[in-house]
């Protein structure tokens, strides 16, 4: 049984993400108007955290097959 540990970095960077993402877009705009120069950074990461997972899941189902 080999384990990537690309699985379960991925799959917490896109679970983590997901929350960022859902807490950007749910939240108002009045918290990020002095902290943040106006800018929700909180999708902008979120966005960015998804991104990297896939990636992360997506490398290790490609290289899941390879022999090593």
């Known amino acids: 049984m080999k384990l ?5 970095i991925g799959l917490l960077f896109l679970v983590i993400g997901a929350i960022l993402l859902v807490f950007g877009l749910v939240s108002g705009p009045e918290i990020y108007a002095q902290h943040s120069l106006g800018m929700n950074i909180n999708v902008g990461w979120g966005i960015a955290q998804i991104v990297f997972g896939a990636a992360m899941v997506v490398l290790a189902r490609l290289g899941a097959g390879k022999p090593h």
């Open 4 to 8: 990537d540990i690309r699985y379960p």
